[in-house]
């Protein structure tokens, strides 16, 4: 059976590991390629890495932590930030990342995702959203250069729609991050994730507001994503991942061993 | 682990993600080598076909490469990796989105790649599977069955006379392959942990 995904996200900033709560007020968790090689031997299944600066900066992003990643880690990684171009991606898989994971420009430039998909196949063609709750209009609104907020500004598209859009143009995965929930550790936003789970039919990622074991079983059981992306838990050692993984086990959700 | 630094050559198809599979011999102790030099490809002693992409474009850029003959003529052990793999057989359903042409591929064994089908589940089939071994081979020494590899694919080989391992993804599939001194597998070993790094050690010692 295929087994259901515990993805540790680390995202970086200058070069090493912050987290913000509601993407804000970074604070340095510490260096990539330790973190990385800790995660990997803990038994994590996949590492995503956000270069959370890029996307809304203007100047180059040194990515050769990329390389550094690959050589001494043996799980799959997926580097997302700062990718706007066939070339950019061709970059980071050189450099030796599964995945790449575009945002905020394939939202300004939607032909990226077919051009990513015909150049290095459907499989590492990840694209991610940032989706927050509008609680006066009820709608799922898609955000773009959430990374830096002055520039974080609301698109024309609603999540759901966005989320069949990108289908349509070949993204392999799709990793939907819950605004509201992200870094407050409540539990993952179940009802908007059966929502995009309906709509999609590739591999989806829940992301944002995992805080405790339980909001894993729910997330995998009643919104059926295939993965489950946290930050702070584990980052914080508030959830270890072999314990995790164990416990899920127990509750019958299909875990690597 | 091998006792003598074995000569790996990773051909450089022109496509995406070679460096990850030559970090994971290079973890093994092995010297590695990323080369499209018709030359040093026949010399060495492990030749890998590397698989990150689309097989037209992976295929276009071998053939104008022009490594097309001289893969086909290889007779060390060779592994194709995912794409790889299904580089190694006669055609392939993949084509540009929007086009409908088959590929031709390098036919070193018989084979067809097809989109997978999967019914309700989702595609690519992303993530962690388990494998069953259909036939003993060094390839698959020490790894147990229900072993999990990493796999990344919506287009798959059918369980078919050259099946080494299986694995089941709305219907079975070849999880790997093999024909005289070529092997493919499906799943991307340099990315499957332990079990990975086992596959890679075994086929060193072929």
């Given amino acids: ?257 | 682990m091998p006792t003598t630094k074995t000569k790996v050559t990773v051909i450089n198809t022109g496509c995406a993600n070679i460096a990850s599979v030559k970090f994971a011999f290079e973890r093994l102790g092995a010297a590695v080598t990323v080369s499209d030099d018709v030359q040093k490809i026949s010399l060495a002693d492990h030749v890998i076909l590397p698989g990150v992409g689309a097989a037209p474009a992976a295929m276009k850029s071998i053939q104008g490469k022009q490594l097309i003959d001289c893969i086909q003529h290889l007779t060390q052990p060779v592994l194709g990796v995912c794409l790889g793999m299904q580089l190694m057989v006669s055609n392939s359903e993949e084509s540009d989105l929007g086009s409908s042409n088959n590929t031709p591929c390098l036919n070193l064994m018989p084979g067809k790649v097809e989109r997978m089908q999967v019914g309700d589940l989702r595609l690519p089939h992303m993530g962690w599977n388990q494998i069953s071994i259909v036939e003993q081979n060094p390839l698959f020494k020490g790894i147990s069955n229900g072993s999990y590899f990493y796999f990344v694919h919506s287009y798959a080989v059918s369980k078919y006379e050259h099946t080494l391992a299986s694995c089941d993804y709305g219907k079975p599939f070849s999880a790997a392959i093999h024909r005289n001194n070529f092997f493919g597998v499906q799943f991307h070993p340099e990315r499957s942990s332990d079990a990975g790094a086992q596959l890679l050690e075994n086929f060193l010692l072929i």
Avoid at chain 1, 30 to 54: N, S
Avoid at chain 1, 133 to 150: H, I, L, M, R, W
């Fill in chain 1, 1 to 257: 059976m295929l087994a259901r995904r515990l993805i540790p996200c680390l995202d970086v900033r200058d070069g090493v590991v912050v987290k913000g709560v509601k993407f804000r007020n970074h604070e340095i968790i510490g260096d990539i390629v330790p973190l990385a090689q800790k995660y990997a031997e803990a038994g994590a299944d996949e590492l995503v890495f956000y270069d959370i600066t890029a996307s809304s900066d203007k100047r180059v992003v040194d990515k050769s932590w990329v390389s550094k990643i690959a050589q001494v880690i043996d799980i799959p990684f997926c580097v997302a930030g700062g990718i706007k171009t066939v070339e950019d991606a061709g970059l980071i898989l050189e450099m030796g990342a599964d995945k790449i994971s575009i945002n905020s420009p394939a939202l300004a430039n939607p032909e990226l995702i077919t051009a990513l998909y015909n150049t290095y196949g459907q499989q590492c063609v990840v694209v991610g959203i940032d989706s927050f709750y509008n609680e006066a209009s009820g709608n799922y609104e898609v955000y773009q250069f959430t990374g830096d907020e002055k520039r974080t500004q609301k698109t024309q598209w609603q999540t759901v729609d966005w989320v069949q859009e990108v289908q349509k143009r070949g993204a392999g995965e799709i990793v939907l991050n819950c605004m509201n929930q992200d870094g407050v550790r409540k539990g993952y936003d179940i009802e908007q994730l059966i929502k995009v789970r309906a709509a999609c039919d590739v591999p989806l990622i829940a992301s944002g507001g995992a805080g405790e074991t339980q909001h894993f079983k729910d997330v995998f059981e009643q919104a059926d994503v295939d993965g489950a992306l946290a930050a702070s838990v584990f980052h914080k050692g508030i959830i270890e991942i072999p314990v995790l993984k164990q416990w899920l086990r127990e509750q019958q959700i299909t875990m690597r061993n």
